[in-house]
C-alpha cells in the first residue's frame, strides 16, 4: 500500500514568515495529493490540493508543489498569520481501492505573533 | 459542511461494553469512512465503505465492524470496547460529483473508555 512520510513533525515561525512542509509518498501511480488543515478541535478541512499533471497550484498565500520524479510534495505558506496555526496533513491516494487516502502523520504549525 | 454529521459527539463508556458510533450524510457520496486520530498516529483508517452492503477493512480495524444499510449512514461498532479504542474518531464521504477525489470530514466523535 501507499506510504506517506510528513516532515517536520512541529514548525514554528515568526508571523510573516514562510513555512514548508514536505511530504513523500511511495506509489509511483498516484495521482492526486490533497493538504488538509486541522484546527484545535475541529475537523480536518481541504485547503489545497494538485494533481500528477501539473507541478504547481497557488491559492492566495498557499501553494503546492509536486515533483513526480522524486515522489514528493510540498506545501508552502507565505506572510504567516497566527490564524495559519494549526495541524497540517498530506495525503495521497491508496491505490484504485475505494477512493481511499493515506495520510502523513501531520506537521504542527505555530505562528509567532 | 458537507452535511455530515456525527452521533454521539462525546461519549464515555466503560471497558467490556458495545458501542456504536453513527455517520449521517446528506450529499449522497458514494464513499464513507471511519478514522481514528490519535496523538502522534495522525489519521488512521479503520473501515471503509464503497456503497450499500459493500465495506472492507482499513489499516486498525481490529476489535470494529461497520454496516452500511442505507447510502446515508454508515455505523461503527465496537463489539466489546478496551480502553485502547480511547480516541477521537471521524467520519468521511467523498465521490461527490464536483470533486470526486476529496474527502469531507465529520465534526468527530470523542471516545473514552474507563
Known amino acids: 500500500g501507499e506510504n506517506v512520510e510528513q516532515h517536520p513533525s512541529t514548525l514554528s515561525v515568526q508571523e510573516g514568515d514562510s513555512a514548508v512542509i514536505k511530504c513523500t509518498y511511495s506509489d509511483s501511480a498516484s495521482n492526486y495529493f490533497p493538504w488538509y488543515k486541522q484546527e484545535l478541535g475541529k475537523r480536518p478541512q481541504l485547503i489545497i490540493d494538485?494533481?500528477?499533471?501539473?507541478g504547481e497550484k497557488k491559492d492566495q498565500r498557499i501553494a503546492v508543489t509536486l515533483n513526480k520524479t522524486a515522489k514528493h510534495f510540498s506545501l508552502h505558506i507565505t506572510e504567516t498569520q497566527p490564524e495559519d496555526s494549526a495541524v497540517y496533513f498530506c495525503?495521497?491516494?491508496?491505490?484504485?481501492?475505494?477512493?481511499?487516502?493515506?495520510f502523513g502523520g501531520g506537521t504542527r504549525l505555530m505562528v509567532k505573533p | 459542511d458537507a452535511g455530515i454529521t456525527q452521533s454521539p459527539r462525546h461519549k464515555v463508556t466503560e471497558t467490556g461494553t458495545p458501542v456504536t458510533l453513527r455517520c449521517h450524510q446528506t450529499e449522497n457520496h458514494r464513499y464513507m469512512y471511519w478514522y481514528r486520530q490519535d496523538p502522534g498516529h495522525g489519521l488512521r483508517l479503520i473501515h471503509y465503505s464503497y456503497g450499500v452492503k459493500d465495506t472492507d477493512k482499513g489499516e486498525v480495524s481490529d476489535g470494529y465492524s461497520v454496516s452500511r444499510s442505507k447510502t446515508e449512514d454508515f455505523l461503527l461498532t465496537l463489539e466489546s470496547a478496551t480502553s485502547s479504542q480511547t480516541s477521537v474518531y471521524f467520519c468521511?464521504?467523498?465521490?461527490?460529483?464536483?470533486?470526486?477525489?476529496?474527502?469531507?470530514f465529520g465534526p468527530g466523535t470523542r471516545l473514552t473508555v474507563l
Open positions: 468521511a464521504i467523498s465521490g461527490g460529483q464536483d470533486s470526486y477525489n476529496e474527502q469531507f
Open positions: 494538485i494533481r500528477s499533471n501539473v
Open positions: 495525503a495521497a491516494p491508496e491505490g484504485n481501492a475505494g477512493n481511499m487516502l493515506t
